[in-house]
C-alpha cells in the first residue's frame, strides 16, 4: 500500500508530541513500514521532507537500524536468535531447519509474501533460549520442529500464540503501527516477565539481598 495524505497527517502527529522534529524521526520510520511493510525511498522521502533533513540523513538513520526493513517483510517476520546462549541450546539447527523448510535464507521473504526471516542478535530472552520471535513477539524454548509447526500455522494465516505476551499475534504491519506510536490497547496482554525470568529476584528475596546504595556521587554521575 502506498503512503497517503493520512500518512503524512499521521506524521505530523507524532511530530507534535516531540519538542524537536527530528526526535519523531525513529516513530516515523515505523509508520511508513506499517504502510508498505518496510521502508522505501518514498518513506524515506517523506520523513525528510516533513523534517527537514535530508534523505541521505533519514537514509542513513534507517539503514542503522535493524527494526526497518529496506525490502518488503513477510506479513510475519520470523527472528532466530543464534547469539551465544540460543546457539549452543539449538538456535543454530533451529536456523538451519527454517531455511531449508522455507527456502529462503536471512533477510529474504517467501514469494507468497508471508514470511521472512532474519538471524537475529540476543533478544534479551535467554533465560527462555532457544528463543525465536515473530513480529517482536516472544516465542520461548523452541526446537526446530515446534518453529517448522510456527511456520506452517504463519503460512496459513493461524500463527500459534505468543508464549508471552498478546493472545494473539498482530501482523508485521499492525505491530509497525504500535511502535509508531498508535497503541492498540493490547500492551499488557498475557504473561509478562515468566517465571524463568522471576528466579533470580525469588533467590534475591530468599537470602534477602538488597541492591547496594547509592551514593550521592553516583546520583550525580
Ligand atoms: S542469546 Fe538468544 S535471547 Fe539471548
Redesign the pocket.
Known sequence: MALTDQTRAEMREIIARYPKPRSALLPMLHLAQSEEGHVSPEGIAMCAEELGLTKAEVGAVATFYTMYRRRPAGEYHVGI?T?????VLG?DEIMASVKEHLGIGHNETTEDGRLSLEHVE?????DY???VMVNWEFYDNQTPATVRDLVDGCRAGTPPPPTRGPSTLCTFKQVSRVLAGFPDGRANEGVQAGPATLVGLELAKERGDRAPAMSTTDKDA
Open positions: 536468535c547469539n551465544t546462549l540460543c546457539a538456535g540476543c533478544n534479551a530472552a535467554c533460549a532457544p528463543v
